[in-house]
C-alpha cells in the first residue's frame, strides 16, 4: 500500500501510542475474566469454573498476541514506505522526526 511520508509518520506514530496502551488493555479484560470464574464458582462448581477461566485466559492471550502482531505490521510497512530501517533511531528521536514530517 503506497503512503505519503505524512501518513507513514502518523501510522508509526499511532503505533507507538497502540503499543503503550496494549498491556493495559490486556490487564483490563483480565477483570471480566475473573468476575465470570467467580460467579461460576459460586453458582455451579469450580472445576466448570476453571474451565471458564482457562478458556476466556486463552482467547485474552490469543487477542494480545494478534495486536502485538498488526502493530508491529503497521509499523514495518510505515517504516518501509519512509525508507528507514527500524533500529537506527531512538524512540524519542524518532517521535521527533515523526512530528517534523506530520507539520
Same mark, same amino acid.
Given at each position: 500500500m503506497a503512503m505519503t511520508k505524512k501518513q507513514a509518520a502518523q501510522r508509526i506514530?499511532?503505533?507507538?501510542?497502540?503499543?503503550s496502551r496494549r498491556k493495559n488493555r490486556t490487564i483490563i479484560s483480565i477483570i471480566p475474566a475473573l468476575l465470570s470464574s467467580a460467579a461460576i464458582a459460586m453458582y455451579y462448581s469450580y472445576e466448570v469454573a476453571i474451565g471458564c477461566l482457562l478458556l476466556l485466559l486463552a482467547l485474552i492471550q490469543f487477542g494480545h498476541e494478534r495486536?502485538?502482531?498488526n502493530i +508491529?505490521?503497521?509499523?514495518e510497512a510505515a517504516f518501509a514506505s519512509l525508507g528507514w530501517k527500524t533500529e537506527e533511531i531512538d524512540?524519542? +528521536?524518532?517521535i521527533e522526526k515523526l512530528n517534523k514530517i506530520i507539520q
Open positions: 506514530l499511532d503505533s507507538i501510542d497502540s503499543e495486536m502485538g502482531k +508491529e505490521e503497521s509499523k524512540e524519542e +528521536e524518532l
